[in-house]
């Protein structure tokens, strides 16, 4: 049964566990609303998919974003146009009447929500809070913060995150939550830190703040932090943060040490007032404490939601063998004896669904029985989309011997972002030169949910060609994987942990530079996947099916909530309630 959205949320108030708020910018609540951007975004809504499937007590907290991110429109050389993509939080969401003010600029601006109810498969609700600045009290620039993801200079940013972390922390209280855990997914919501150091004060002066006041803080609060390079990090000039935050709080954000090289860093503040944090992956969590030594930070790898991104084919096969999956995603372990038969025809159906899309899209029409590799991640440089076709006379050399080989890519590049822009066009140009009888590149259009999961499902293979150590995770590899489809890539992010050679996919040998890499990937094509896909088949369906039993089963935002809940969340309640014996998780 559906939640009705007419009526006031009521959260039920857990005896033992306390409520969790989770603040995220962008947060992938469904393909109708362009709440998100990319990577970030899904993780978000996957996570609190997960959250409401196993009776986790969390709201959150985003922005309602009625601009979107962007519509990509790639002309036939391969420039990227943008379109806004605007909708109606009143199509979807309900207004709640609380509202709330922040101080942006010495100007007061009025901050209402928008509730979207997630029903998990047990019927627990996870609401999401969309905070929006579209009200008549608010100057026409006032009324547009809450409208572009990511756009504007850094001044809108850090307007968008005194919204989100200031005017977020003070609408849970203003809608009755009683919220025990603050969790800052990435550091643009780290200003919700500052709300609740002034609300342990009282409200008075922050000059009156002391080790115990902030202690009290941390106490409530958790961090994750996704990126892997300082430059990564929003910092905004002392300049900006006096004028548009105000000086005593910045004189206050600098005595606390949440500054370097005379900028306010986000990551520092969040980091500063915060009892727990982790990266996204073992391998991140290093780098993250290699560059930030004087804290802890802690690990926990990310997953995807295994319902969400699995294909139906897939989907329908578990349901005959392994119904308990759906309860239970451990269960997907014993996808090691589904019959090699039942992968291979249910990937076929896959393929077949996305070769549609694409001849629906393109009016290219693909061939079913060809090798097809994908790659649609977001067009960054250090993703380095065009490493596959470094060498045009060797991948054409592979294609002759498999017989055919196609190349679907996708991704949209920020639209401040030129060398991204630049990336795109360089792979439609290599695509337009290369492409012939034997080997067939799509550049697909406008990248998003939908055209993602379709790829990730119907593809043979999943590429990702990053820089080390720059991916801080990945998650599109653990949606291929989802669906038997095996992984090519950089021991980078999650696949430092899900490779297993020959049994998951295959890594990419580490290398001095591009060249030694891309001559890695040409070698495993040629020597390790083309002869496997042509001549093994029943050994290539052994590949898929160990594929989703040993990732599948692990790289799932139902473990990862698990092991936020465990170390991030609750670890002293559930210390004491484990000397009881008492079930953790409801639902």
Not at 189 to 201: I, P, W
Not at 315 to 333: E, F
Not at 351 to 367: I, M, P, Q
Not at 471 to 476: K, P
């Amino acid at each position: 049964m559906q939640p009705d959205p007419a009526k006031p949320f009521s959260y039920e108030k857990f005896p033992t566990f306390g409520l969790v708020a989770y603040f995220s910018m962008e947060i992938a609540i469904q393909p109708a609303m362009p709440t998100y951007s990319g990577g970030l975004g899904v993780l978000a809504g996957d996570t609190l998919r997960s959250a409401a499937d196993m009776g986790i007590p969390l709201v959150a907290f985003s922005l309602a974003h009625r601009k979107g991110y962007f519509q990509q429109h790639l002309d036939g050389v391969g420039a990227q146009t943008e379109e806004v993509q605007p909708w109606n939080p009143a199509d979807f969401c309900t207004e709640e009447a609380a509202r709330v003010t922040v101080s942006i600029e010495d100007r007061v601006v009025v901050v209402r929500a928008w509730r979207y109810d997630l029903q998990g498969r047990s019927g627990h609700v996870v609401p999401i809070y969309l905070l929006d600045t579209d009200l008549e009290e608010n100057s026409g620039w006032d009324r547009g913060l809450t409208d572009h993801l990511y756009g504007g200079d850094t001044n809108y940013r850090l307007q968008q995150e005194i919204v989100l972390g200031m005017a977020g922390a003070r609408m849970a209280s203003a809608l009755g939550l009683d919220v025990n855990v603050y969790h800052m997914n990435e550091g643009h919501a780290a200003l919700l830190t500052l709300t609740l150091l002034e609300r342990q004060v009282g409200g008075g002066p922050l000059g009156s703040v002391d080790d115990v006041d902030v202690e009290r803080v941390r106490t409530k609060c958790v961090f994750t932090t996704h990126t892997p390079v300082p430059a990564g990090h929003d910092r905004f000039s002392n300049e900006q943060s006096i004028r548009i935050l105000g000086a005593e709080r910045t004189a206050r954000l600098e005595k606390l040490g949440c500054f370097h090289e005379g900028l306010l860093n986000m990551t520092l503040l969040a980091l500063r007032f915060s009892r727990y944090a982790n990266g996204v992956a073992m391998l991140h969590g290093k780098v993250s404490r290699e560059m930030f030594p004087q804290f802890a930070i802690d690990s926990i790898t990310n997953g995807v939601h295994a319902p969400t991104w699995m294909g139906e084919p897939i989907q329908q096969m578990l349901d005959t063998h392994l119904p308990a999956w759906r309860r239970d995603h451990l269960y997907l372990r014993n996808a090691i004896e589904i019959p090699e038969q039942d992968i291979l025809r249910a990937h076929a159906r896959a393929k077949e669904t996305l070769l549609s899309e694409v001849a629906s899209r393109t009016g290219l029409v693909l061939n079913p029985n060809v090798l097809t590799l994908g790659f649609a991640r977001r067009a960054a440089t250090y993703k380095r989309a065009s490493l596959l076709l470094t060498q045009p006379e060797r991948l054409l050399e592979i294609a002759n011997k498999a017989g055919g080989l196609q190349i679907l890519y996708a991704g949209k590049a920020h639209p401040q972002d030129t060398p991204g822009k630049a990336l795109i066009h360089q792979v439609i140009e290599a695509a337009g030169k290369l492409s012939n009888d034997m080997l067939r590149i799509v550049y697909l259009e406008n990248y998003a949910w939908d055209l993602g999961a379709l790829l990730t499902a119907g593809v043979d293979v999943w590429i990702n060609t990053p820089r080390r150590p720059y991916e801080a995770s990945g998650t599109s590899g653990m949606k291929a994987a989802m669906n038997a489809v095996p992984s090519l890539s950089i021991l980078d992010g999650w696949w430092v942990e899900g490779c297993i050679e020959g049994v998951t996919g295959w890594a990419i040998e580490d290398g001095p530079d591009d060249a030694a890499e891309a001559e890695s990937l040409y070698l495993k094509l040629e020597n390790s996947v083309v002869p496997l896909y042509l001549d093994a088949r029943e050994k290539w369906a052994q590949l898929m099916r160990t594929t989703l039993a040993f990732n599948g089963s692990y790289f799932n935002t139902n473990r990862m909530v698990k092991q936020y809940t465990r170390n991030a969340y609750y670890p002293v309640k559930l210390l004491e309630r484990a000397q009881v014996e008492e079930p953790i998780y409801a639902g």
